[in-house]
């Protein structure tokens, strides 16, 4: 009966219980002061009518007063951090071992990719039980990635990679839409997350057209860019070796550390002077212009696949050491 109130959407993920009950606490709290302060408004100006108190009383002040009025509504507040900081720290981080769906927003529609190279636009195919993290990017103004029944709202940003994720828990078709307004048809920027069986699901990656895996397209980017010149496993490469450094922390030349991310391979390739590896010296041309939204996560993939094990590497067989670059 719920699910069809808009304040009642269905749940289908895994942390969309936790979403209601913090909200619908919310709700509580606050349906329950309102009332108790309205209640003694109307008590007080029925008992303190002029006819019966024609003059202010002054009134000193009550420490045990003062401190169950303070210390109660920052136990409540803390009640609401305290939950809210557990769902935000649980949506930010996604599990290791997620299934990882690509996703391009632009005017106005949605792209998605998935590891296997099988392509969507404005569908998104998953598989019940399954995490799924979305590596999201957008490919001209700020859009926002909102499935109500998940109870998840992610923007998706020009020029950097954001994530999320969450856990189907329910068989169906659920509603996508952008929430951030995104220009004149931002309302037709809507699509559906049709969650499977995970034979029906596999079925359908079978069934679907594909040009090789994400992983192996990204490689043969990779060999076209002419990246492997520079990027080798021996010690004559002038750049760092690639393989098994995503994911892993990086020394650069000015003694700071980052974690090899899918933002730092994008920010290496569009913007190579930006974070130099520690004891190689920045001639790495930029490629910003030369590579699409969708060729940027195909790479991200390759490297991506270069940190797996050779059984769990997208696309088949991982390249060998000696095609492997890395970016600085």
Known sequence: MWKNLPLFPERASALAWQVD??????????AFFALLIFTLI????VKYRQSVHP???????????ELMWTLI???????FFAWGSLIYFQEARPPKDALE??????????KFEYEGGQRDINELHLPVGR?????????????????????????????????TWFRPTKVGTYHLFCAQYCGTDHSGMIGQVIVMEPVAYQAWLSGGSSSGSLASNGQQLFQQLGC??????????????????????????????????????RESILNPGAKIVSGFKPIMPTFQGQVSEENLMALVAYI?????????????????????????
């Open 42 to 45: 109307f008590v007080f100006a």
């Open 55 to 65: 003059h202010a009383v002054q009134i000193e002040g009550s420490l045990p007063l």
């Open 228 to 265: 492997a010149t520079c990027h080798r496993s021996d010690t004559q490469g002038r750049g760092p070796n690639l393989a098994g450094v995503f994911g892993k922390p990086v020394l650069l030349d000015d003694g700071r550390t980052v974690t090899a991310d899918e933002n730092y391979v």
């Open 21 to 30: 009950g913090l909200y619908f606490l919310l709700i509580a709290v606050s």
């Open 101 to 110: 769906v690509y996703a391009v927003a632009k005017q106005w529609m949605w």
């Open 304 to 328: 991506k696949s270069l940190a797996q094990p050779q059984s769990n590497a997208a696309g088949g067989n991982p390249p060998s050491a000696s095609e492997t670059s890395n970016t600085q």
């Open 131 to 163: 995490d799924v993290k979305m590596i999201m990017s957008s490919q001209d103004v700020i859009h926002d990635f909102s499935v109500p029944a998940f109870r998840i709202k992610a923007d998706v940003l020009p020029g950097r990679f954001t994530t």
């Open 73 to 79: 509504p920052l136990g409540i507040s803390m009640i």
